[in-house]
């Protein structure tokens, strides 16, 4: 009996090591994610903390978490087993940001914002939609596709949904906790509104996307070749592991990093430009550090976004936030309520014109979906397609702003619509060519 029980507690010290050696050096990531997901969803969506730690944080890794909120000076803080402690700190009109042993945060500065409305119905003012009905829309469909994405709350975890078509809300629905005015976390698809700001330079004059990135450190290798619209469609060359299951790049640059533009600025050369294609978040923060170098003061930066993509489409509730060093997280970490989400879809349906004003040139559109080499016809610039037929019962003019859980803008120029999906789940669990499929099909009745 004393070997079984001495070969037990063996076995038992074993797994345990094990599991320590897997999951230690990953808590200083996994309580950073629980303490950044916890402050910015308190602070920016104003949602209780019980529900993020039920929903939001409950997901593997991440739930052995154990995350206080120090309500006095808009700290979060989160640990594991008391270990890896990480505290982020909330500052007016930058979000949140991770704290970084010996960094200050920056607080200096905030964006101006023009929040001032109108009284123009949605889209294009703050008052309520107009009630109008289509002859050719089948509305029974509409509702079904949007009960088709709400059925499966535990496995699909859609939390809203918006059908806009002809500038006219047709379907709209929201869970428990969420309704319109509730900013979501877009994540990655923040990447296609820092790409717009792009577009808008180009217009203004600022910048052409064929020039070169321009970085200090590049001018006397390969990477001096890299322009613009490299980085723009992720086909640079520069070496980047985007894999959220690991230490990776992206963790470390999102977790780790106090200023998020440097990572890739950083990275090797592994290709000449164009020759692949490789997903990377850290190109789209070293393009927002790009976007900096544009603009002769910080204060210009920060307000750049709002003052002439933003707040002049009415998307008031929309914040990017900043890294500890003031830069925007161009890659991940914009907020805006599902309603704004779909003005910024509808803006690419009208090619850049907002009720009569022209942000960015109607071209911009055409040069933001066309397909990137080597990615399969699914990508444009700073833009997912489905040229190739990804969704086979989908027009293949679809494009769409896609971030990680199923976050999604969708735009079809063909039929005239903009559809907002936000939740917690993608992939199987949410069947994107089904829902659309629907929708469509309602619209051609």
Same mark, same amino acid.
């Given at each position: 009996?004393?070997?079984?029980?001495?070969?037990?507690?063996?076995?038992? =010290? =074993?797994?345990?090591?094990?599991?320590?050696?897997?999951?230690?050096?990953?808590?200083?990531?996994?309580?950073?994610?629980?303490?950044?997901?916890?402050?910015?969803? !308190?602070?920016?969506?104003?949602? *209780?903390?019980?529900?993020?730690?039920?929903?939001?944080?409950?997901?593997?890794?991440?739930?052995?978490?154990?995350?206080?909120?120090e309500s006095t000076d808009n700290r979060?803080?989160?640990?594991?087993?008391?270990?890896?402690?990480?505290?982020?700190?909330?500052?007016?009109?930058?979000?949140?940001?991770?704290?970084?042993?010996?960094?200050?945060?920056?607080?200096?500065?905030?964006?101006?914002?023009?929040?001032?409305?109108?009284?123009?119905?949605?889209?294009?003012?703050? *008052?309520?939609?107009?009630?109008?009905?289509?002859?050719?829309?089948?509305?029974?469909?509409?509702?079904?596709?949007?009960?088709?994405?709400?059925? #499966?709350?535990?496995?699909?975890?859609?939390?809203?949904?918006?059908?806009?078509?002809?500038?006219?809300?047709?379907?709209?629905?929201?869970?428990?906790?969420?309704?319109?005015?509730?900013?979501?976390?877009?994540?990655?698809?923040?990447?296609?509104?820092?790409?717009?700001?792009?577009? !808008?330079?180009?217009?203004?004059?600022?910048?052409?996307?064929?020039?070169?990135?321009? %970085?200090?450190?590049?001018?006397?290798?390969?990477?001096?070749?890299?322009?613009?619209?490299?980085?723009?469609?992720?086909?640079?060359?520069?070496?980047?592991?985007? #894999?959220?299951?690991?230490?990776?790049?992206v963790n470390k640059m999102l977790f780790?990093?106090?200023?998020?533009?440097?990572?890739?600025?950083?990275?090797?050369?592994?290709?000449?430009?164009?020759?692949?294609?490789?997903?990377?978040?850290?190109?789209?923060?070293?393009?927002?550090?790009?976007?900096?170098?544009?603009?002769?003061?910080?204060?210009?930066?920060?307000?750049?976004?709002?003052?002439?993509?933003?707040?002049? %489409?009415?998307?008031?509730?929309?914040? %990017?936030?900043?890294?500890?060093?003031?830069?925007?997280?161009?890659?991940?970490?914009?907020?805006?309520?599902?309603?704004?989400?779909?003005?910024?879809?509808?803006?690419?349906?009208?090619?850049?014109?907002?009720?009569?004003?022209?942000?960015?040139?109607?071209?911009?559109?055409?040069?933001?979906?066309?397909?990137?080499?080597?990615?399969?016809?699914?990508?444009?610039?700073?833009?997912?397609?489905?040229?190739?037929?990804?969704?086979?019962?989908?027009?293949?003019?679809?494009?769409?702003?896609?971030?990680?859980?199923?976050?999604?803008?969708?735009?079809?120029?063909?039929?005239?619509?903009?559809?907002?999906?936000?939740?917690?789940?993608?992939?199987?669990?949410?069947?994107?060519?089904?829902?659309?499929?629907?929708?469509?099909?309602?619209?051609?009745?």
């Amino acid at each position: 009996m004393k070997i079984l029980k001495r070969v037990l507690l063996f076995a038992f =010290l =074993l797994i345990l090591g094990v599991a320590l050696f897997y999951v230690y050096p990953r808590l200083t990531i996994i309580s950073g994610y629980a303490a950044k997901n916890m402050a910015s969803s !308190v602070y920016i969506a104003h949602r *209780s903390p019980s529900s993020i730690t039920e929903n939001d944080n409950n997901v593997p890794l991440i739930k052995l978490a154990n995350t206080t909120i120090e309500s006095t000076d808009n700290r979060v803080s989160s640990s594991v087993f008391g270990l890896r402690k990480r505290t982020t700190i909330c500052r007016d009109g930058l979000g949140c940001a991770l704290v970084i042993s010996g960094n200050k945060p920056f607080t200096g500065l905030k964006p101006k914002r023009s929040t001032s409305g109108n009284e123009l119905p949605f889209p294009y003012g703050n *008052s309520e939609p107009r009630d109008t009905l289509f002859s050719n829309v089948n509305y029974s469909k509409i509702e079904s596709a949007l009960d088709s994405v709400f059925s #499966d709350p535990d496995n699909q975890r859609t939390r809203t949904a918006l059908i806009v078509y002809k500038d006219h809300i047709i379907g709209e629905r929201y869970i428990e906790e969420f309704d319109e005015t509730t900013p979501i976390l877009g994540w990655s698809m923040t990447k296609s509104i820092l790409a717009t700001l792009y577009g !808008v330079l180009e217009y203004q004059g600022v910048l052409s996307v064929g020039d070169k990135a321009n %970085i200090e450190a590049w001018k006397d290798d390969e990477r001096q070749a890299i322009t613009i619209n490299h980085l723009l469609r992720m086909q640079s060359g520069l070496a980047w592991d985007e #894999d959220y299951a690991s230490i990776s790049d992206v963790n470390k640059m999102l977790f780790l990093a106090p200023d998020v533009t440097q990572p890739q600025r950083e990275k090797e050369a592994i290709a000449a430009p164009t020759e692949i294609w490789n997903y990377s978040s850290g190109t789209s923060n070293l393009l927002s550090g790009i976007l900096r170098t544009k603009f002769s003061s910080h204060q210009d930066y920060l307000d750049f976004p709002y003052t002439d993509l933003i707040d002049k %489409i009415g998307m008031h509730s929309m914040l %990017i936030e900043t890294d500890l060093e003031g830069n925007f997280v161009g890659s991940s970490y914009g907020w805006a309520n599902t309603r704004d989400w779909a003005k910024f879809g509808l803006l690419y349906l009208h090619r850049g014109n907002w009720n009569g004003t022209q942000l960015f040139a109607p071209e911009w559109v055409d040069y933001s979906t066309r397909p990137t080499n080597n990615s399969n016809g699914t990508y444009g610039a700073h833009f997912w397609l489905n040229a190739h037929g990804k969704y086979p019962n989908v027009p293949r003019d679809m494009f769409s702003a896609n971030g990680f859980q199923g976050q999604r803008v969708f735009i079809i120029p063909s039929k005239d619509l903009v559809v907002v999906r936000t939740g917690l789940a993608a992939g199987e669990n949410f069947d994107i060519d089904a829902f659309l499929k629907e929708i469509v099909a309602a619209i051609d009745e």
